[in-house]
Nanobody
Framework: QLQLMESGGALVQPGGSLRLSCAASGFTLDYYTIGWFRQAPGKEREGVSYISDTGGSTNYADSVKGRFTISRDNAKNTVYLQMDSLKPEDTAIYYC?????????????????WGQGTQVTVSS
């Protein structure tokens, strides 16, 4: 019964902000790298950001650097993705996932658990 549950997706105008949440149940996130991925229709799922188990290491796709911020609160068993200055090209279903890979990775094959996804639409 290990689950990840995303929330916070919405329709937002260009330049707007959203905060996505990824909450875990059935296990603790303390020892997992957590990644955010997104997938637009007809495109491959791509990595957006990840954060190490302690929060000491983070990484971002070039397309979102300076606009998105990943963080975690292990006490709440939750990881967040703050998205600012949103662009239409950010439109996608956003997924969070957990991996035991210590370095962190955008390799989808190394992620053990996945959420159901939350829709983010950026449009005027």
């Amino acid at each position: 019964q290990l689950q990840l549950m995303e929330s916070g997706g919405a329709l937002v105008q260009p330049g707007g902000s959203l905060r996505l949440s990824c909450a875990a149940s059935g296990f603790t996130l303390d020892y997992y790298t957590i990644g955010w991925f997104r997938q637009a229709p007809g495109k491959e799922r791509e990595g957006v950001s990840y954060i190490s188990d302690t929060g000491g290491s983070t990484n971002y796709a070039d397309s979102v650097k300076g606009r998105f911020t990943i963080s975690r609160d292990n006490a709440k068993n939750t990881v967040y993705l703050q998205m600012d200055s949103l662009k239409p090209e950010d439109t996608a279903i956003y997924y969070c996932a957990a991996s035991t890979t210590s370095r962190g990775t955008f390799n989808l094959k190394l992620y053990n658990y996945w959420g159901q996804g939350t829709q983010v639409t950026v449009s005027s």
